[in-house]
């Protein structure tokens, strides 16, 4: 019996008009050379102006061609249409989050838009940042993000004003600021990562999240990193809920609501950091073992590549992020001597 609930590619291709049949399985490209993703907070003027530059051109697809898949806004999109209940598996809900399939997903989705932003500036190495909050030098805003004159296109006006600068990100925020000294703040995260990276997830299912499946449901259970600290960052960018944008009132645009995260440009900043959490967890060691459930191995998504054609892409070639032709600039870990 066919267990996976996963068929998006034929939810998805039944709305754009595509036969399904003429969907190819995509197969990863030979790596010649990785991608190296650097953090944001120690990169430097020429990477920005960079980044700058292919999301400048990614937004501007938006406007030559509203329906490019590698448009600014479509690309956005994409990230909705797992989310929120936009598309629907008979009577149930679509979900990419709040289950095993949390990691695999958004690592697809990461490789696919980093692809797309390296073709639009012809360099086929680039990499995307990753926020590194998980060190105390990475524990603010990324700069870049916030520099409206000199990279207007990673700036965002629907933000937290009070968690820009110098305020230092709290981890387990959830909507409310509570007072501590920078020092205990960074501290506080240390501990947590600790917490959540290893005393926490010592099994694949906790750290990747349950399955899901076409008897489960969507939101069958997070693993314990989405939950914390991944959804609290989300949260600690967006605007205040409650507070008026002008034409409504903030349900947390852009980052704290998955509806709009994805016109965040430090969405995928973000994610990057999370994604590299993901291959941390792997070298932890003990009973961390990755998922070998067919139901999950085999679970598809889809995707458009940065030829605007789409694929069908399988969770089993998310496992090993190098054969998916990137890994991550190496920075410490010092909260792994935070076990109290
Ligand atoms: Cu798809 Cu951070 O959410």
């Known amino acids: 019996m066919l267990k996976q609930i996963l068929l998006l590619a034929e939810i998805l291709i039944g709305l754009l008009d595509i036969d399904p049949k003429d969907i190819p ?21 020429e990477y920005m102006v960079k980044f700058n530059l292919a999301i400048k051109r990614m937004k501007e697809l938006d406007v030559k061609d509203p329906s490019d898949p590698r448009g600014f806004s479509q690309q956005a999109n994409i990230h909705c249409a797992y989310c929120n209940g936009a598309y629907k598996v008979g009577d149930k809900e679509l979900q990419v989050h709040y289950s095993w399939l949390f990691f695999p997903y958004h690592r697809w989705y990461l490789y696919f838009y980093e692809r797309i932003l390296g073709s639009l500036i012809n360099d086929t190495s680039f990499a995307l940042p990753y926020w590194n909050w998980d060190h105390p030098k990475g524990m603010r805003f990324p700069p870049m993000f916030d520099q409206p004159n000199v990279y207007p296109d990673l700036y965002n006006p ?3 004003n009070d968690h820009r600068g110098q305020a230092i990100l709290d981890l387990v925020h959830f909507g409310d600021d509570v007072k501590a000294t920078d020092l205990q703040r960074m501290c506080n995260n240390m501990v947590l990562l600790y917490r959540q990276m290893v005393t926490n997830s010592p099994c694949s299912q906790l ?20 939950n914390i600290p991944h959804t609290p960052v989300h949260i600690w960018v967006g605007t205040v809920v409650g507070l008026d944008l002008g034409n409504k009132k903030s349900d947390g645009e852009d980052m704290g609501n998955f509806y709009t995260s994805g016109l965040d440009p430090a969405f995928y900043c973000h994610h990057a950091n999370v994604d590299r959490m993901w291959t941390i967890w792997q070298t932890i060691g003990g009973k961390r073992k990755d998922i070998d459930d067919p139901d999950f191995l085999n679970a598809e998504l889809f995707f458009y590549d940065e030829n605007k054609k789409p694929y069908r892409v399988k969770v089993r070639d998310t496992l090993n992020h190098k054969k998916m032709g990137f890994d991550y600039l190496h920075m410490p870990t010092p909260w792994r001597n935070y076990k109290l």
């Open 25 to 45: 399985y995509y197969k990863l490209p030979p790596v010649s050379k990785l991608r190296i993703r650097p953090a944001a907070h120690a990169v430097d003027e």
């Open 207 to 226: 750290f990747y999240g349950k399955p899901y499946t076409v008897e489960t449901g969507p939101k069958p259970g997070q693993g314990v990193v989405e």
């Open 158 to 160: 629907r933000r937290n």
